[in-house]
């Protein structure tokens, strides 16, 4: 499975960009998908994510401007970003979350990660 994003690149604040996220191939028992960003030097941070029930999920800092959308089932997301801050720069990957039933009622989770898209917003 590879996990295709696009639609990144350079844009002044208070722009806006979108970012698109398809995976090659159907993923079986796919729960959830989402953006994640992260910066030099820092932890990669969840942006928003998109679960397979329509429930949606963002960080404090980009509500409001941000808005994920999809069909999880058809294994495509995308990120509208608008009024985007300086802040909101670095490099965001696509991450799609299998999770599938095992003997024992335990459970099998399984992440797959885009190669991520750089989005630069200058001041």
């Known amino acids: 499975v590879q996990l295709q994003a696009s639609g990144g690149g350079l844009v002044q604040s208070g722009g806006s960009l979108t970012l698109s996220c398809a995976s090659s191939?159907?993923?079986?028992?796919?729960?959830?998908m989402g953006w994640y960003r992260q910066t030099p030097g820092q932890r990669r941070e969840l942006v928003a994510s998109?679960?397979?029930?329509?429930?949606?999920n963002y960080a404090g800092s980009v509500i409001g401007r941000f808005t994920i959308s999809g069909d999880i089932r058809e294994n495509t997301i995308h990120l509208q970003m608008n009024n985007l801050e300086p802040e909101d720069t670095g490099v965001y990957y696509c991450?799609?979350?299998?999770?599938?039933?095992?003997?024992?009622?335990?459970?099998?989770?399984?992440?797959?990660w885009g190669q991520g898209t750089q989005v630069t917003v200058s001041s």
């Open positions: 998109l679960e397979v029930d329509g429930q949606t």
């Open positions: 191939e159907n993923i079986v028992d796919i729960d959830n």
């Open positions: 991450m799609a979350q299998s999770i599938t039933d095992q003997p024992n009622d335990a459970m099998l989770h399984t992440d797959y």
